[in-house]
């Protein structure tokens, strides 16, 4: 499916440069592609995606959190968390709340360069604070994993969605 979305995503963008004439069905056609799959756009097919997957994830960390809390995992308020952050994640990806706040953000202080998209500086802020709290757990987890989630949430975090 990501490849799809990606290889779609590609078509749609390289198709600015064939499309000689609007009237003929293939420029219109791609015109339509390059609007749902534009890589860097929000409410496209890999933003619904995204927000899909991150709801999946959401759901799964849930269930994990409920085993854990059945059988006395210690760490099942931070699985509970997780969760609990990855279906905010979902709406944000689904409804562009970050978009939302990023506005709000600019206006309050100046944005630019590294932080052109001002969305950024509360997520970082968040992203920081769970990356602290999670050290105890992540310590807690066989090597394999601890390096699986490790880089599940770099590639998350430093990918924009649209990409991903």
């Not at 990501?2 to 609007?22: C, H, K, Q, V, Y």
């Not at 409410?43 to 269930?63: E, I, P, R």
Request: net charge positive; charged share 15%.
């Amino acid at each position: 499916m990501i490849a799809l979305i990606t290889l779609l995503g590609i078509a749609g963008e390289l198709s600015r440069n064939f499309t000689p004439d609007d009237r003929d069905l293939l420029p219109r056609f791609l015109r339509v592609l390059r609007r749902n799959f534009n890589p860097s756009a929000e409410q496209t097919v890999g933003a619904w995606f995204s927000a899909a997957m991150l709801l999946v994830a959401g759901l799964l960390l849930g269930v994990i959190a409920a085993a854990g809390r059945a059988t006395g995992d210690r760490f099942a308020t931070h699985w509970r968390t997780l969760a609990a952050v990855a279906l905010f994640l979902s709406y944000d990806e689904a409804a562009a709340f970050h978009e939302q706040l990023g506005d709000w953000f600019a206006r309050v202080l100046p944005t630019g360069g590294i932080f052109l998209w001002a969305w950024v500086v509360p997520y970082s802020i968040f992203a920081g604070a769970v990356l602290l709290a999670s050290i105890p757990w992540l310590r807690a987890l066989p090597p394999d994993t601890r390096r699986g989630v490790l880089l599940a949430g770099v590639s998350t975090s430093a990918v924009p969605s649209s990409w991903r």
